[in-house]
T-cell receptor
Framework: GENVEQHPSTLSVQEGDSAVIKCTYS??????FPWYKQELGKRPQLIID?????GEKKDQRIAVTLNKTAKHFSLHITETQPEDSAVYFC?????????????FGRGTSLIVHP | NAGVTQTPKFQVLKTGQSMTLQCAQD?????MSWYRQDPGMGLRLIHY???????DQGEVPNGYNVSRSTTEDFPLRLLSAAPSQTSVYFC????????????????FGPGTRLTVL
């Protein structure tokens, strides 16, 4: 099955700095890559996603890049703010039975210091 | 729209007890799934369903049963609870993938925190 590795497990930055979280996946059949943010005690929520036919996608201060050849994708957050502090999960998804089945990374705890 | 709802929010069980975690969605999503979240382990898939009457195993299915008799509901049953099943359980749902557009976003419920003594 799919295996997703996510690094780092913890990332501490100063407010205004950039943050980068990296993921690798093993199954070349994966073709949908969402990122979720989970605040303390809350449910995971989608923040951005990218499909295999796209190399980069941006939404305000967050961007995601995908390198299908190398099987890795990354989340970039610029001008970090304290409210960006959360756990971030990447996922690699395979289309099966008409739906995307995601395999999640283990998460990155991002701490933004004011 | 209530979205994805889960009950109960918290539960404490003794080893060997059985219980059912409830999950319901009102978005007419075909796909529903159950995850468990343990510290440092991310979200691991227990079981999933691509439609009423269809279920399949995920990464960590042992000790859990599911059924999908309606589009809206996807209960998770613990047959004989064990301390290793202490975790936070999330239910999630999404649409079938639609070529040329539409969202593949997974919508998560608020979670159930289960402790097995």
């Amino acid at each position: 099955g799919e295996n997703v590795e996510q690094h780092p497990s913890t990332l501490s930055v100063q407010e205004g700095d950039s943050a980068v979280i990296k993921c690798t996946y093993s199954d070349s059949a994966s073709n949908y890559f969402p990122w979720y943010k989970q605040e303390l005690g809350k449910r995971p929520q989608l923040i951005i996603d990218i499909r295999s036919n796209v190399g980069e996608k941006k939404d305000q201060r967050i961007a995601v890049t995908l390198n299908k050849t190398a099987k890795h994708f990354s989340l970039h957050i610029t001008e970090t703010q304290p409210e960006d502090s959360a756990v971030y999960f990447c996922a690699a998804s395979i289309l099966a039975g008409g739906s995307y089945i995601p395999t999640f990374g283990r998460g990155t705890s991002l701490i933004v210091h004011p | 729209n209530a979205g994805v709802t889960q009950t109960p929010k918290f539960q404490v069980l003794k080893t060997g007890q059985s219980m059912t975690l409830q999950c319901a969605q009102d978005m007419n999503h075909e796909y529903m799934s159950w995850y468990r979240q343990d510290p440092g382990m991310g979200l691991r898939l227990i079981h999933y369903s691509v439609g009423a009457g269809i279920t399949d195993q995920g990464e960590v299915p042992n000790g859990y049963n599911v059924s999908r008799s309606t589009t809206e509901d996807f209960p998770l049953r613990l047959l004989s609870a064990a301390p290793s099943q202490t975790s936070v359980y999330f239910c999630a749902s999404s649409y079938h993938h639609r070529l040329g557009g539409g969202t593949d976003t997974q919508y998560f419920g608020p979670g159930t925190r289960l402790t097995v003594l």
